[in-house]
């Protein structure tokens, strides 16, 4: 039995040796190092690249006005050696793909900077159509991608009242805009006169501004006091994200309004009388 024993032994310790790795020699002494698995303990360490993915922080959905730029983002996580697109899901026309563009249309362009993780797509003077989902799409395997849904507003700033107004000199002329937007922060709204940004600090004086911003939208109210003939002219509400609204504004030197919009009516009504009563005078000689 004893010779058994030893052979058991000896096997052992082979198979001990085989499971080592030397790690170096000194002096003709070799130091070994066990595996992690010589015992059936841990895994083994694989090294790979490193996962791509997006930044869960992006927003997937955009509101913008017509006109506006839109942006839609898409930041990339250890891009490596890969490629990032981005498609028109309804169909499915590879618009970009990193800086280069596949569309005739220029409006689109990729604002891409490798240092930041950024490859956004711009999409200038927004239009209608313009609407739908967008996908960034990167070509791993599986391929991944990240869908951003851009829905375009239609919006017309308004001029309360009538397009043309009426004003007797030396009265207060007060022009209300309106900006209704549900789905889009407050505007700045700017006045123009004949073109011409109204100044408020201006030599003339008088000129004051009421703003009120609010969850619905904007409402701007301009009052231009001790109005002058040259107060006349066209009167423009405009903000980056509507369409402008204008009003043309009379002011008058003593003439009362409605004597300028239905002039001559008092003038046919006159003749009139007087036609029928030369008819009942011949009728009664006759």
């Given at each position: 039995m004893a010779p058994f024993h030893g052979m058991a032994l000896l096997l052992l310790g082979i198979g001990y040796l085989l499971h080592a790795e030397p790690l170096h020699s000194e002096r003709g002494i070799a130091f070994f190092h066990l595996n992690d698995d010589t015992f059936g303990k841990g895994e083994k360490s694989q090294r790979g690249t490193k996962k791509t993915y997006f930044f869960k922080d992006t927003p997937q959905k955009l509101t913008v006005a017509i006109g506006q730029a839109a942006v839609l983002l898409c930041r990339v996580k250890n891009l490596g050696n890969r490629t990032v697109s981005w498609i028109r899901k309804r169909d499915l026309h590879i618009l970009t793909s990193m800086s280069v563009t596949y569309t005739s249309d220029a409006r689109f362009t990729v604002v891409g900077n490798p240092e930041t993780d950024d490859w956004n797509l711009r999409i200038d003077y927004v239009q209608p159509r313009?609407?739908?989902?967008?996908?960034?799409?990167?070509n791993t395997e599986p391929k991944i991608y990240r869908a951003v849904a851009l829905k375009?507003?239609?919006?017309?700033?308004?001029?309360?009242g009538h397009q043309e107004l009426y004003?007797?000199?030396?009265?207060?002329i007060s022009l209300t805009c309106i900006i209704e937007l549900q789905d889009l922060p407050p505007s700045n709204v700017t006045w123009y006169h004949a073109g011409v940004v109204i100044d408020f600090d201006g030599p003339r004086g008088g000129v004051s501004l009421e703003t009120e911003k609010g969850k619905s939208g904007t409402t701007s109210k301009l009052l231009i006091t001790?109005?002058?003939?040259?107060?006349?002219?066209n009167y423009t509400c405009a903000s980056s994200k509507v369409t402008p609204a204008s009003v043309m504004v009379h002011v008058l030197n003593g003439e009362?309004?409605?004597?300028?919009?239905?002039?001559?009516?008092?003038?046919?009504?006159?003749?009139?009388?007087?036609?029928?009563?030369i008819f009942l005078v011949d009728t009664m000689f006759r």
């Amino acid at each position: 039995m004893a010779p058994f024993h030893g052979m058991a032994l000896l096997l052992l310790g082979i198979g001990y040796l085989l499971h080592a790795e030397p790690l170096h020699s000194e002096r003709g002494i070799a130091f070994f190092h066990l595996n992690d698995d010589t015992f059936g303990k841990g895994e083994k360490s694989q090294r790979g690249t490193k996962k791509t993915y997006f930044f869960k922080d992006t927003p997937q959905k955009l509101t913008v006005a017509i006109g506006q730029a839109a942006v839609l983002l898409c930041r990339v996580k250890n891009l490596g050696n890969r490629t990032v697109s981005w498609i028109r899901k309804r169909d499915l026309h590879i618009l970009t793909s990193m800086s280069v563009t596949y569309t005739s249309d220029a409006r689109f362009t990729v604002v891409g900077n490798p240092e930041t993780d950024d490859w956004n797509l711009r999409i200038d003077y927004v239009q209608p159509r313009d609407a739908g989902i967008y996908e960034c799409q990167v070509n791993t395997e599986p391929k991944i991608y990240r869908a951003v849904a851009l829905k375009v507003l239609d919006i017309q700033a308004r001029i309360t009242g009538h397009q043309e107004l009426y004003i007797r000199k030396g009265s207060t002329i007060s022009l209300t805009c309106i900006i209704e937007l549900q789905d889009l922060p407050p505007s700045n709204v700017t006045w123009y006169h004949a073109g011409v940004v109204i100044d408020f600090d201006g030599p003339r004086g008088g000129v004051s501004l009421e703003t009120e911003k609010g969850k619905s939208g904007t409402t701007s109210k301009l009052l231009i006091t001790r109005a002058q003939l040259n107060d006349s002219g066209n009167y423009t509400c405009a903000s980056s994200k509507v369409t402008p609204a204008s009003v043309m504004v009379h002011v008058l030197n003593g003439e009362h309004p409605a004597a300028m919009q239905h002039g001559g009516t008092g003038d046919v009504n006159r003749r009139l009388v007087l036609l029928v009563l030369i008819f009942l005078v011949d009728t009664m000689f006759r």
